[in-house]
Nanobody
Framework: VQLQASGGGLVQPGGSLRLSCVAP????????IGWFRQAPGKQREGVSC????????YYADSVKGRFTISRDKPKNTVYLQMNSLKPEDTAVYYC???????????????????????WGQGTLVTVSS
């Protein structure tokens, strides 16, 4: 299973970008799809995730109110709309997917890198003036 993340680029502080995650040969079905990021010299961290089953979502505290995750089920695509970008949002952003799990574990599972079965190749987001 291959995921393809795209949409990264260079943007000024306060700007916006929309990332896309598509799985050409895999149907998300009832899986969770997550967005993660890894800044230089730092560990990869969970940013946001969405259940393709019931559209419940998770956001890391650092992006709440600025990022929005959504999915287009017919297109089998998940988006991460990033607004009010800050220099500290600079990172390689990855999407990943894992089978559905009970909703009470959502915050813990979506914040962690462990347990996500399939990953995309990453797309670089640089926030700089």
């Amino acid at each position: 299973v291959q995921l393809q993340a795209s949409g990264g680029g260079l943007v000024q502080p306060g700007g916006s970008l929309r990332l896309s995650c598509v799985a050409p040969s895999f149907t998300f079905g009832s899986h969770y799809i997550g967005w993660f990021r890894q800044a230089p010299g730092k560990q990869r961290e969970g940013v946001s995730c969405i259940s393709n089953f019931d559209i419940t979502t998770y956001y890391a505290d650092s992006v709440k109110g600025r990022f929005t995750i959504s999915r287009d089920k017919p297109k089998n695509t998940v988006y991460l709309q990033m607004n009010s970008l800050k220099p500290e949002d600079t990172a390689v952003y990855y999407c990943a997917t894992r089978p559905r799990f009970i909703s009470s574990l959502r915050d813990r599972y979506c914040a962690a890198v462990i347990g996500w079965n399939y990953w995309g190749q990453g797309t670089l987001v640089t926030v700089s003036s």
